[in-house]
């Protein structure tokens, strides 16, 4: 059995490609790298990668990890400017020995003696976002994930039983500089263990970070649990907790995989969409409704809702 697990709707064409690999029995760390790697390259997604959103002094940092589920090595960046994959950078660090999590100045220092790609990753459209968001939040100066924060967070089996998971975004909108969510943090933002399975997270990295919300999903796993069953008690569990200890929960979405290819996926926000493709399931898109007891389902995206997705992504954008 192989298979995929990406969050949002803006993994499907990596998830796609990397599905195509695994079908041609490759190795679960190319078939993942080469998904993130999609999703960073494509400037109209705007919260990973190249045109991802910038932090509040205009420069785009980014965090991403890599995570081997046989060896369970790990590797991270954080804060890292003008490196056009951080993805890569992050998998090459999960093969050394010690220095597994570099941020800022040193990541990018080992970025250059490997020789990875120097990309200026601030775009136009990146910059009229900027421009548009100062203008609307000079008086609101509280941190909040902007409408529509994402991070792609994957989690890949392959035919062989080797499982992986990877992160990559550029965090919260307006963040300060310096600023790490939870994407690069293990057990956070990603886990996985390929004797029980994997998980992933998108949300509000202050929140999720409080509650290894990954690693619970996986230890749940472990414990005999389906995925959707570890996704539903430690989402919804530390969703509660959180509210009655602060008053509020950020947002919370997460994706998870077991080793036999199993999925599930829970969250608790209203429009939230996630790819999955595996040995039985071409590549799909599928949207996360709530009915009226609030009880989640999850709808394939019509053909429709795919359009107008790709639609607003490229429209046009004006400086106001
Ligand atoms: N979790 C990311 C962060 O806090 C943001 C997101 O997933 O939208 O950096």
């Known amino acids: 059995m192989y298979g995929i697990i990406a969050t949002w709707r803006m993994s499907l064409e990596g998830i796609s490609e990397a599905a195509d690999m695994l079908k041609k029995s490759a190795d679960a760390g190319d078939s993942i790298e ?12 705007k919260s990973v990668g190249y ?20 060896t369970l090595d790990v590797g991270c960046v954080g804060a890292i400017k003008d490196y056009a994959n951080p993805v890569s950078i992050a998998r090459m660090l999960s093969k050394e020995p010690v220095n597994n999590f570099l941020v800022g100045a040193g990541a990018e220092k ?33 941190l909040k994930p902007y409408s529509g924060h994402d991070t792609v967070g994957m989690v890949c089996l392959d035919d062989k039983g080797h499982m992986t998971a990877a992160t990559s975004t550029s965090g919260l909108f307006m963040k300060h500089a310096g ?14 263990d390929s004797e029980v399975g994997g998980a992933s997270a998108t949300g509000l990295g202050e929140d999720v970070m409080k509650g290894c919300v990954s690693y619970e ?6 414990e ?25 929960a950020g947002d919370m979405s997460l994706i998870a995989m077991n080793n036999k290819g199993e999925w599930g996926v829970t969250t608790n926000i209203e429009g939230f969409s996630f790819a999955v493709a595996t040995e039985n399931e071409e590549p799909t898109v599928y949207l996360v409704k709530f009915d009226e007891n609030h009880k989640q389902y999850f709808e394939v995206a019509s053909k429709e809702w795919m359009d107008n997705y790709m639609a607003t992504r490229t429209a046009p954008l004006v400086r106001k």
């Open 34 to 45: 080469t998904a993130i790697r999609a999703v960073e390259d494509f400037e109209f997604y």
């Open 51 to 70: 045109g991802g959103l910038p932090n509040e002094e205009m420069e785009v940092e980014l965090d991403a990890a890599f995570m081997d589920g046989d």
């Open 110 to 142: 080992y970025a250059h003696r490997h020789g990875f790609e120097r990309k200026n990753m601030l775009t136009e459209r990146a910059k009229i976002h900027y421009h548009n968001r100062v203008k609307e939040t000079t008086e609101n100066t509280e």
């Open 179 to 192: 600023r790490v969510g939870d994407s690069p943090v293990s057990g956070s933002g990603f886990y996985v």
């Open 217 to 222: 999903i996986v230890r749940l796993m472990k």
């Open 224 to 248: 005999g649990k389906t995925p959707q069953e570890a996704c539903d008690i430690a989402v919804n569990t530390f969703d509660k907790e959180l509210k009655k200890r602060r008053g509020k």
